[in-house]
C-alpha cells in the first residue's frame, strides 16, 4: 500500500516533466519561425535572392527571392533549376552576357579556394524591362581542388542605379546652367568696360 502513493507521485511528475518539455519545444519552435519571419523580410527589404550552380551538372538552384528579384515566380518558370544557357536567355541582359560568362569563367578556373567576386550588371525582368543586379558570390572545390559548385547572393540595385543616373544628369544640367551663366557674366562685364567698337574680342 505505501508503494502506491509513490508510483502515483512518480507518473505525476514525468508527466509534469513531459509538459515541460513541451513547451520548451513549442518556444523554440516560436522562436525559429520569429526568427525564420525576420529573415525572410530582412531578405524582401534587401531585395536579396540566394542561388547555388553545379558545375558538373551545369544546373542553378534558385529560391523564391531569388525569382521575385525577376519579378516571376517558380511555378511561372517551372521550377527551381535551369541550365546556365536557360538562366542567361531568361534573366542576363544580351549586352552582358560576355561579362557574366567570363565571371563564371574565372570562378570554375580559380585556383584560390577562397576565391569570390561581386560584380553589378543589367538583368531582364521577367515583364522584359529592365534592371540591375549586384552579384557577390563563391566557389566550393572538391578534394582534388577542381570547383564543383558556386553558390551567391543577387541583389536588385535596380532604384539605386536609377537614383544615381537622376543625380548625375542634375549635376550635368546645373553645370550647363553655371556654365551658361558665367559666360553670360563675361560677356556682360566685358560689354560694360568695353564697348564693341574699341575692343578686340
Known sequence: MAEKPAYEELKQRLKELEKTALR???????????LQAQ???????????????????????FNDHFYKIFRTTAKQIGGYTMSSAEYARRFVHPDNMTVVEEENRKAIEATDPNFSRQLEHRILYDDGTIGHISVRFFI????QGLTVSTYGVNQDITDRKRMEEALR???????????????AVYITTRDQYCPVNKCLI
Open 140 to 143: 566550393v572545390k572538391d578534394a
Open 39 to 61: 529573415l525572410v523580410n530582412a531578405l524582401e527589404m534587401a531585395h536579396l535572392g540566394r542561388w547555388e550552380y553545379d558545375v558538373a551538372n551545369d544546373l542553378f538552384t
Open 169 to 183: 544628369k542634375s549635376e550635368e544640367h546645373y553645370r550647363s546652367i553655371f556654365e551658361d551663366s558665367r559666360d
Open 24 to 34: 520548451c519545444k513549442r518556444a523554440e519552435e516560436d522562436e525559429k519561425d520569429k
